[in-house]
């Protein structure tokens, strides 16, 4: 089994890629211009930011990174591109050849990484469309991947550490991916276009996978075409011809030179899944756990750099887990070591007590357990304990020894915390 | 050349009727003939005449100041530009 | 002969209240016949300049004499418009040009552009009208555009100057793109002494451009002229003499003659259509039908459909480039013609850079002289594509070379073109000023002279 990728990632400049055009824009067709409408005699203008994010990806994916890059023009006919063409790469690239380390220590190649315009945003309706041009000319990185994934697993644990490198790159995808899926089964290659986001990309391998088993299976052959995928049925569809290369025509962009790039100051890569791996090691942790806390949180990572020295890495984890419920991950780091503090020392922390650290308040262990005890008591309280309580008070004596043995406490509080949980 | 041609003006949306393709396709083909004097020059390895300048734009935002004047020239639909079926 | 600019002399001649309206009405009723503009702008109170109709000029319909740009309003103006309208000038009105720069008569033209010396003959293309509006107007200056030699030949049938500066000198924003490696804009004017001052005002970087330079101009004059024996081969007998005369002439005022000899002609001839035609497919490609000018509104239809439909406006020489650039690019015979034809640019620009470096190359612009308009539309494409012999390797190579009458015959002027290295175009404005010291320009109109 091939599994291949072509990964398109939108690039989080300020403007697009070949205008000033703005990149975040909400009602259609406001930031637009002669150029990314493709309006005649406009011509594209190079953002710089974009190409420091498309070599910074080359980067962290381990290509090798050509000296001079250019651009080409990539002709066909669709209401969505303004030109009728897409100036995109091919001669000089970003980069080649590169990998990503994921599923269990093996490496998916990376063929190639090229930078590249979006097209307009396109409503189909029955007798027309209608087009939005704020999406023209978004700067995108198109990723190509070798054919070397071989699973459904091997395909999510791709997708996970592609999105983590991105992540850390600063390019924070929520669901914006758009990938055409290419898997081969048995000889003929098959290509799903446009696939939107990853849980769809997952479910359309999936149900791919399944489709050309059940076909080989039966002695069928698999055809070599272009599919869909049909979010609503969760299902892969034939569609109209491929064009082929030799309609794109392409030829070097005549509007723009060559680019230098070896001055371009990369975005330094950081591989949340190795460190994972290296303090699970060091530390003897779950991998997994840290994993799940870092490799989409950079706060967290650094939460975890600063403190590891200092504190054991089971309270740091605890700690991390606490204010990822209680506060989405944010919290200053003073803030954190002295709640790391009330952890090793055995504390119980909630919502409030954490409100408490983050204002700086003075709070005794002492205080904390109170919310403790009053949890354990309710425990031991049951019901008919409750009943009979009226009728025998003493009754509760065995609850006040096992606080006060556990905790330090005076019976006379515990007494008092007893009586109060019981009259609720 | 008769299906070439066919598939040649698909690829560049351009329609001919019947007088027309023939015509065209026989001055094509002369024309194509008269190119094919490029096979007898023999390369020689030159300079190639790259332009110099290298100019890369600063990633900041600067809205185009006649949106309204654009967007004239095509048939809007609420703020959506109309456009053919897909 | 005045040493001031037309510019200068503008400025000085008393204008009476009605001047600038007795010029329109005048301009007006000539431009019936000869089609020189394809709108005249009604509110000028300084000196006029006019654009080709490829050049956007805001709010005002540019294009590029195609119908399928008909009603076309750019919201912006191209910088070389920009620039002027800035400092002072009056924009004239949209001169008439082959579709998007195809052809090199003027006869692929909206409205065929006739010559003002005779009306049977040609303008010459592909800046057809700033020719002529050069040629009959005394003060005005035209901005113009070549590819291929779209600014020497109409110059040269119209008796003007007409300047081609190096690639990338002059800011294509706002050019509706015919061969994006190849354009150029520039100017024409009835003295070279009117060249250099709008020159620049126009020329200079531009953000909206990425491939315009900041490179300084140069005035170097080595005092030789060189004939390229091959393409003064290609040349009318009649024309041939006439331009020998000349070249006797220029020889007693100091510059020494020499002969030199270039392969490649035809090559060039057909690297040149190549690399254009491929360019062009694409440029004109986003031409669907539904952004702008002509518009068809059977949404309905599908998209292929709709495309093909709203194309079938495009005039015969423009399918006729589509179709040939499409195909030079397609993937199989790609190398064989597209990729070997910018091989054989770079192998020309080397040869001329080489013959340049020892002075100014000199040729007639044209092999044969203006053609009646009857017959210029009998010849077929591949005879019209080979009467750009002369004007190809300049224009193929991004060499700046000015095109100036030298001669009259038959009423019909003459123009001879000077090619210099990239960025000495000073030299070259300055060469046809000191021939023009004793040299008589012929005007059959100076529409807007003050006596």
């Given at each position: ?424 | ?86 | ?191 070279a002494k009117d060249i250099r001052p709008i020159f620049d005002l126009i020329r200079g970087p531009d953000g909206y451009d990425s491939t315009t330079s900041d490179l300084s101009i140069t005035s170097i004059n080595k005092k030789k002229l060189i004939v390229i024996d091959q393409l003064l081969d290609l040349v009318d007998q009649r024309i041939r003499e006439l331009f020998e005369k000349m070249l006797d002439k220029l020889n007693a005022k100091g510059y020494s003659i020499e002969h030199r000899s270039i392969d490649l002609i035809d090559a060039s001839i057909a690297s040149y259509y190549i690399i254009a035609m491929a360019e062009a497919s ?170």
């Open positions: 089994m091939k599994i291949g990728l072509e990964v398109h990632v939108s690039l989080p400049t300020k403007s697009k890629l070949f205008c000033s055009c703005s990149t975040k824009a909400s009602e259609p067709n406001s930031a637009v211009c002669p150029i990314c409408m493709g309006f005649p005699g406009a011509k594209p203008m190079l953002n710089e930011e974009a190409l420091r994010f498309a070599v910074s990806i080359a980067n962290a994916l381990h290509c090798n990174i050509n000296d001079r890059v250019s651009f080409v023009r990539k002709v066909y006919f669709y209401p969505d591109l303004p030109k009728s063409y897409q100036i995109t790469q091919l001669y000089e690239p970003i980069g080649i050849n590169g990998f990503v380390e994921c599923c269990d220590g093996k490496r998916i190649g990376i063929r190639r990484i090229q930078l590249e315009e979006d097209a307009a945003k396109i409503i189909r309706g029955d007798d027309y469309t209608l087009l939005d041009f704020n999406r023209s000319g978004i700067p995108l990185v198109e990723i190509v991947t070798e054919p070397d994934i071989k699973s459904e697993d091997e395909l999510r644990s791709f997708l996970t550490e592609l999105t983590s490198i991105l992540y850390y790159l600063g390019i924070d995808i929520e669901g914006e991916l758009k990938t055409d899926l290419n898997i081969s089964l048995a000889d003929a290659r098959v290509e799903v276009k446009n696939i939107t986001g990853i849980r769809n990309l997952i479910d359309a391998a999936r149900y791919e996978i399944q489709r050309q088993e059940k076909l080989i299976k039966s002695g069928a052959k698999v055809a070599q075409e272009t599919r869909s995928y049909i979010e609503a049925k969760k299902e892969t569809v034939g569609t109209r011809e491929k064009e082929t290369e030799e309609e794109y025509g392409f030829i070097p962009e005549p509007d723009l030179t060559s680019y230098d790039i070896t001055h371009i100051p990369k975005i330094k890569p950081v591989y949340a899944s190795k460190i994972a791996e290296e303090y699970a090691k060091a530390y003897n942790v779950d991998k997994k756990l840290i994993a799940e806390f870092i490799l989409f949180d950079k706060h967290a990572l650094e939460l975890i750099d600063a403190t590891k020295d200092k504190y054991e890495m089971k309270y740091i984890l605890n700690g991390i887990g606490l204010i990822k419920k209680y506060r989405k991950g944010e919290i200053k780091l003073e803030a954190f070591e002295k709640l790391l503090e009330l952890i090793k020392e055995g504390g119980y922390i909630d919502e409030e007590t954490l409100s408490k650290i983050e204002k700086g308040e003075q709070i005794s262990t002492e205080s904390l357990n109170i919310e403790l005890i009053k949890k354990e008591v309710r425990e031991l309280l049951t019901p008919s304990i409750k009943l009979n309580y009226k009728k025998n008070p003493k009754i509760i004596n065995f609850i006040i020894g096992k606080i006060t043995t556990k905790y330090k406490v005076s019976p006379r509080e515990v007494a008092e915390i007893v009586k109060e949980e019981i009259s609720d | 050349m008769q299906s070439d041609f066919d598939k040649l003006l698909k690829v560049c949306r351009i329609r001919l009727d019947k007088e027309e393709k023939e015509k065209m396709e026989k001055e094509l083909e002369e024309i194509i003939k008269y190119f094919d004097v490029l096979d007898s020059v023999r390369i020689e390895e030159v300079n190639e005449q790259r332009a110099k300048v290298e100019r890369l734009r600063k990633d900041e935002v600067k809205q185009f100041d006649n949106i309204e004047g654009l967007l004239k020239n095509t048939k809007t639909y609420r703020f959506y530009v109309v456009g053919p079926k897909v | 002969m005045s040493s001031i600019n037309s510019i200068e002399e503008f400025a000085s001649i008393e204008k009476g209240g009605d001047y600038y309206q007795k010029l329109l009405e005048e301009l007006a009723r000539l431009n019936e016949r000869l089609h020189a503009f394809s709108n005249i702008n009604s509110s000028i109170n300084s000196f006029p300049f006019s654009a080709k109709d490829n050049l956007c000029v805001k709010g005002v319909e540019t294009t590029a004499s195609s119908k399928i740009l008909d009603g076309y309003i750019p919201p912006y103006n191209a910088t070389a418009v920009e620039r002027l309208l800035n400092n002072g000038f009056s924009f004239l009105g949209k001169t008439n040009m082959d579709e998007f720069g195809f052809g090199s008569f003027g006869i692929n033209a909206q409205e065929i552009v006739r010559n003002p010396f005779d009306e049977r003959y040609v303008a010459g293309g592909s800046s057809s009208g700033a020719a002529v509006a050069t040629s009959i107007l005394k003060y005005h200056v035209a901005i113009a555009e070549s590819t291929g030699g779209s600014i020497a030949t109409p110059a040269s049938f119209c008796g003007v100057v007409g300047f081609t500066p190096t690639y990338s000198t002059i800011s294509r924003y706002g050019l509706i793109d015919y061969s994006n490696s190849m354009d150029k804009i520039g100017i024409m004017a009835r003295t694409t440029n004109l490609a986003r031409y669907t039908g539904f952004k702008y000018g002509f518009k068809i509104e059977d949404f309905d239809k599908g998209y292929n459909e709709f495309f093909t439909e709203a194309r079938s406006v495009f005039g015969e020489e423009a399918k006729r480039r589509i179709l040939l650039g499409t195909f030079v690019r397609s993937a199989n015979v790609k190398d064989k013609y597209y990729f070997k034809a910018l091989k054989v640019r770079d192998m020309l620009s080397s040869r001329l850079e080489k013959i340049l470096e020892e002075g100014f190359i000199i040729l007639p612009v044209m092999p044969i002289p203006a053609p009646k308009i009857e017959d210029a539309k009998k010849l077929t494409p591949l005879q019209v594509y080979k009467m750009d012999a002369l004007t190809i390797p300049p224009n193929l190579c991004g060499l700046p070379h000015i095109s100036f009458p030298y001669a009259y015959d038959n009423g019909l002027p003459l123009g001879a073109e000077v090619i210099t290295s990239k960025f000495n175009d000073y030299a070259i404005i300055d060469f046809v000023e000191e021939w023009e010291e004793d040299f008589e320009y012929k005007f059959k109109y100076k529409i807007g002279e003050v006596k």
